[in-house]
């Protein structure tokens, strides 16, 4: 089996801040309550998928020291598409330049860990360099008015290069499942707005991110005290906390961006990554645990080995190349 590393990654946010105090303003609701209830000050709303997409996708790709056309495969993990045909991935692969093979991924908030461990099985196929990208846009299917969603939801996305190589495995262990006798607690139907049970939400989420992340930690061999950084789904931090502290992590150890950016859902991951990344908290070698859940109900975890400095890949070539 070919290595893998990533080598490059970048976050994209719209400009326009929504506050607490903007939903106070016109809500039943106060920041004092979001705060305790979510951990959310405020969040980003604005741009479309693609826009936000692209945007996250140059930044790593400036990271990483690569140009679009390098780039063989990109895999964007969405559940907020800009269309219904074609894949919003077509345009972004377009907006980049790339080569080769594009495709859009659903597994809600999910996403992001679902399609980075599709993408290295498919580096691990033949192909050379891959773009992972996780860009949501809730804000548009999420009903300003309903209290108990409007204040969750924020847009945003975050990128990942990651390059085959020749060297040590990406992902140590992972573990994507599903249970879809649940969608009736977290779903929108088309042309509609989210409808979610928060109690029942966070009863099924923490269960199933906690025995999602025990399973790829035992299949890893490693222990929680071995992981550097813990970068869960960042819809609440009250579930994070009962996590973490189910799997035995300092919150000194966790990712966290759902503060200022609320739940992102696919790019939550990207971004909370790409944000302990720039802040120098990851160096080569250290272990990452990614843990996480999304409507369907999804979840999907991961130990990664963290590797950031770019490295010579197997070959320029790969499935796809234009002549």
């Known amino acids: 089996m070919r290595g893998a590393q990533i080598t490059g990654w970048g976050l994209s946010l719209p400009d326009t801040v929504v506050t607490n105090a ?3 303003a016109r809500l039943d609701t106060s920041d004092k309550w979001i705060v305790e209830r979510t951990g959310i000050k405020e969040r980003r709303h604005g741009g479309t998928t693609s826009g936000l997409a692209v945007e996250s996708a140059r930044r790593a790709l400036e990271r990483a020291g690569r140009r679009g056309q ?3 495969l990109l895999v964007l993990a969405t559940t907020s598409p800009d269309q219904t045909v074609p894949a919003t991935s077509s345009w972004v692969h377009h907006q980049l ?11 809600a908030c999910a996403g992001f860990v679902y399609g980075l461990v599709t993408a290295v099985a498919l580096l691990d196929a033949g192909h050379e360099r891959a773009l992972v990208i996780g860009s949501d846009t809730l804000s548009q299917i999420t009903d300003q008015n309903d209290r108990n969603t409007a204040v969750l939801f924020g847009d945003g996305s975050g990128a990942v290069v990651v390059e085959a190589t ?7 262990a992972h573990d994507l499942g599903l249970d879809g006798s649940l969608t009736r607690i977290l779903y929108c139907d088309r042309g509609g707005f989210i409808v979610m049970e928060g109690r029942e939400v966070f009863r099924k989420a923490v269960r199933a991110t906690v025995e999602s992340a025990e399973r790829v930690l035992k299949q890893a061999d490693v222990t929680a005290e071995e992981i ?16 973490g502290q189910r799997l035995g992590i300092d919150p000194a150890r966790y990712a966290i961006c759902l503060d200022h950016t609320g739940n992102t859902s696919a790019a939550s991951c990207g971004i909370a990554l790409s944000e302990a990344a720039d802040a120098g908290r990851l160096k080569d070698g250290d272990l990452v645990l990614f843990s996480g859940f999304g409507a369907g109900m999804t979840w999907a975890s ?6 950031g400095a770019p490295v010579a890949t197997i070959g320029a070539g790969g499935p796809g190349e234009r002549e």
């Open 97 to 107: 330049g790339c080569r080769g093979a594009a495709f859009d991924l659903n597994a």
């Open 22 to 24: 903007d939903f106070e």
């Open 228 to 243: 550097t950084l813990f970068i869960p789904h960042q819809a609440n931090i009250r579930i994070i906390d009962a996590v």
């Open 70 to 72: 390098e780039i063989d």
């Open 166 to 172: 020749e060297g040590e495995p990406l992902i140590l």
């Open 302 to 307: 991961a130990v990664v080995r963290w590797g």
